[in-house]
């Protein structure tokens, strides 16, 4: 008799939890949305909402920087060649950027796509005609390309203070997309807007 009662609380729990999960996997509760937003922006990827990859490159001086190291600022990353021609256009705006952002708060961060330039030599010929004064990392083996996904240069990234990708442009950026983009707003210096 005890088994039997057992038996029949057991079929009723079972149906009603089974119930509960068909209803919630059914519904676009705010819950489930809430779960799915949660496990998005915790992923680590490339791509908008993601935690973004970490990686760690050398700069023009041969010291080791990874994207880590600048937790708890935003960043902007622009990947780039020395013979793309649209990378030509947008670097004037891109220094010009630099001299107007809050270095405390905002970190403007190059990434040569170096594995398909002829030689580390015209990178920086290139990085001194155009008076470049940000940080500038060399991807050698093209690992950071491979591991962005980059359909094309330029390329330019926005990550917030935790890491997460809030913007990912395709193509030229011009100063009006920048100064007028949301991730930019209090984050340039008052003297030279």
């Excluded at 008799?1 to 919630?24: D, P, Q, W």
């Excluded at 489930?32 to 680590?44: F, G, M, V, Y």
């Excluded at 990947?79 to 990378?87: H, N, V």
């Excluded at 990708?165 to 807007?193: A, S």
Aim: some cysteine; overall charge negative.
């Amino acid at each position: 008799m005890i088994f039997k009662k057992n038996l029949i609380y057991l079929a009723i729990f079972s149906f009603i939890f089974l119930f509960l999960a068909f209803s919630y996997e059914r519904s676009d509760s705010v819950l489930k949305r809430l779960d799915l937003e949660t496990i998005t922006s915790k992923q680590q990827g490339v791509y908008k909402g993601n935690i973004a990859e970490d990686f760690q490159l050398l700069n023009s001086v041969g010291e080791k920087v990874s994207l880590s190291d600048f937790r708890g600022k935003k960043v902007i990353i622009n990947f780039f060649a020395t013979w793309c021609s649209p990378c030509q256009e947008e670097m004037p705006t891109l220094v010009q950027l630099d001299k107007k952002i809050d270095d405390e708060k905002l970190v403007l961060l190059g990434i040569n796509v170096t594995k398909e330039e002829r030689n580390v030599d015209d990178v920086r010929r290139f990085l001194n005609h155009f008076e470049v004064k940000y940080e500038v990392l060399f991807d050698g083996d093209g690992k950071v390309m491979k591991d962005y996904q980059l359909i094309g240069i330029p390329t330019t990234i926005f990550i917030d203070e935790n890491g997460k990708i809030v913007e990912r442009l395709n193509g030229i950026v011009t100063m009006e997309m920048l100064l007028d983009h949301p991730f930019l707003q209090g984050l340039l210096n008052k003297n030279n807007q």
